[in-house]
């Protein structure tokens, strides 16, 4: 019996693993832990769907990526701590870390220490520059190692357990997946025309209370 297609963009990742499998987990997981422009949570997702589908097997999968993930965060932490700010500055822009941001991601991490470390993963960007941003902070290694083992088995745990639960369910939940598709992409582009306006109406207030305090 022919399974049927993944949907949305995980049929866009799924050749990668059918051809390479194991090692494309690793390496995708791997360089985006350290700033990498790569589909690394997208290819662990779907290496777990596969793996629900009897296609891959689920403790490689699972173990895979949390040694590249740790790995991963453990370059980024190097190259922070050793590279400083001068690497960063340099290279940064190249994986999207301006000087902006890294000043703006220093000074939350310093407030918030290890427990950012833990659940960074989880967060679109943070999860990229997670190490890079914890060596820049000068967190102790032992410290860092901790957390990010933590995070990492969190973050796996989580994505395996959904992504196989759903490769076992494929049946059932591909064609619900088109039937609704329409309808959750109007969802995410009625929250993204809010956040948008909501975002300019708070700077268009913040200037005017700037003007009338300057005028005061």
């Given at each position: 019996m022919?399974?049927?297609?993944?949907?949305?963009?995980?049929?866009?990742?799924?050749?990668?693993?059918?051809?390479?499998?194991?090692?494309?987990?690793?390496?995708?997981?791997?360089?985006?832990?350290?700033?990498?422009?790569?589909?690394?949570?997208?290819?662990?997702?779907?290496?777990?769907?596969?793996?629900?589908?009897?296609?891959?097997?689920?403790?490689?999968v699972a173990?895979v990526?949390?040694?590249?993930?740790?790995?991963?965060?453990?370059?980024?932490?190097?190259?922070?701590?050793?590279?400083?700010?001068?690497?960063?500055?340099?290279?940064?822009?190249h994986?999207?870390?301006?000087?902006?941001?890294?000043?703006?991601?220093?000074?939350?991490?310093?407030?918030?220490?290890?427990?950012?470390?833990?659940?960074?993963?989880?967060?679109?960007?943070?999860r990229?520059?997670?190490?890079?941003?914890?060596?820049?902070?000068?967190?102790?290694?032992?410290?860092?190692?901790?957390?990010?083992?933590?995070?990492?088995?969190?973050?796996?745990?989580?994505?395996?357990?959904?992504?196989?639960?759903?490769?076992?369910?494929?049946?059932?939940?591909?064609?619900?997946?088109?039937?609704?598709?329409?309808?959750?992409?109007?969802?995410?582009?009625?929250?993204?025309?809010?956040?948008?306006?909501?975002?300019?109406?708070?700077?268009?207030?913040g200037?005017?209370?700037?003007?009338?305090?300057?005028?005061?």
């Open positions: 022919t399974e049927p297609p993944l949907p949305g963009v995980l049929a866009d990742v799924a050749p990668i693993l059918d051809h390479w499998g194991y090692p494309a987990v690793a390496a995708l997981v791997f360089v985006e832990d350290f700033g990498v422009p790569a589909p690394g949570e997208t290819t662990l997702i779907v290496a777990a769907v596969y793996a629900g589908a009897g296609r891959l097997n689920i403790v490689l173990v990526a949390f040694l590249a993930a740790v790995l991963g965060d453990n370059v980024g932490y190097a190259i922070g701590r050793f590279g400083g700010h001068r690497v960063v500055e340099r290279y940064g822009r994986v999207l870390l301006t000087p902006a941001r890294v000043a703006k991601a220093e000074a939350f991490f310093t407030r918030h220490g290890g427990k950012i470390v833990s659940v960074a993963r989880f967060i679109e960007g943070l990229q520059a997670n190490g890079i941003i914890a060596g820049l902070a000068g967190m102790s290694w032992r410290r860092f190692l901790l957390f990010n083992v933590l995070g990492a088995a969190l973050w796996v745990g989580v994505w395996v357990t959904f992504g196989a639960l759903a490769g076992a369910h494929l049946e059932t939940l591909y064609p619900a997946a088109r039937r609704y598709e329409l309808y959750v992409l109007l969802a995410l582009a009625v929250l993204v025309v809010l956040l948008v306006a909501r975002h300019l109406h708070r700077r268009r207030k200037t005017a209370g700037r003007r009338n305090g300057g005028q005061a």
